[in-house]
T-cell receptor, first 112, second 111 residues
């Protein structure tokens, strides 16, 4: 079965600084990969997804992620963080049966 | 267009009681999935339904059950509630692919 690891439980960055959130997955075939964002008490909003093709994926709110098969990684990046980006970020992987598994999440704090 | 809607948004139940959570998918979506998100953790897969048939089940006890109706809406039922069932329950709908659209969730508190 597939699994997802987000090594960083909590990250703090200054507003305007760059951001990278790490995600590693375990899956035998090419997975479907996702990044979701969640504000406190809210549902999950899709930031971006990778199904196939170009390994650099652009998402909403200025986020991007790169699929690296050799490293089993799908790290999320943003060149300049805004205070409104403070939230919980979840990486997820799905298989051909559409069984979706989530990582434990990374909480992002943005310092003024 | 209406997104995935869940009801109620919040509820409080007593240990041992039963609860029913409801989910209406995006129009045209035939698949509904349920997830449990305990505070401080990622969502855990409970069930997936497609065209009214169960397509997947996570590692949850038999106290958890679900069904999907002809209009593709879904109910999640939990019997004999335990304190540990307190969580945010998320519903997601999809056209049948891996891409899911999530609702805002139902916050269940068991006291």
């Amino acid at each position: 079965a597939q699994s997802v690891t987000q090594p960083d439980i909590h990250i703090t960055v200054s507003e305007g600084a760059s951001l990278e959130l790490r995600c590693n997955y375990s899956y035998g075939a090419t997975p479907y990969l996702f990044w979701y964002v969640q504000s406190p008490g809210q549902g999950l909003q899709l930031l971006l997804k990778y199904f196939s093709g170009d390994t650099l994926v652009q998402g909403i709110k200025g986020f991007e992620a790169e699929f690296k098969r050799s490293q089993s990684s799908f790290n999320l990046r943003k060149p300049s963080v805004h205070w409104s980006d403070a939230a919980e970020y979840f990486c997820a992987v799905a298989d051909n049966n559409n069984d979706m598994r989530f990582g434990a999440g990374t909480r992002l704090t943005v310092k003024p | 267009d209406a997104g995935v809607t869940q009801s109620p948004t919040h509820l409080i139940k007593t240990r041992g009681q039963h609860v029913t959570l409801r989910c209406s998918p995006i129009s045209g979506h035939k698949s509904v999935s349920w997830y449990q998100q305990v505070l401080g953790q990622g969502p855990q897969f409970i069930f997936q339904y497609y065209e009214k048939e169960e397509r997947g089940r996570g590692n949850f006890p038999d106290r958890f059950s679900a069904r999907q109706f002809p209009n593709y809406s879904s109910e999640l039922n939990v019997n004999a509630l335990l304190l540990g069932d307190s969580a945010l329950y998320l519903c997601a709908s999809s056209l049948g692919s891996a891409l899911r659209n999530f609702g805002q969730g139902t916050r269940l508190t068991v006291v």
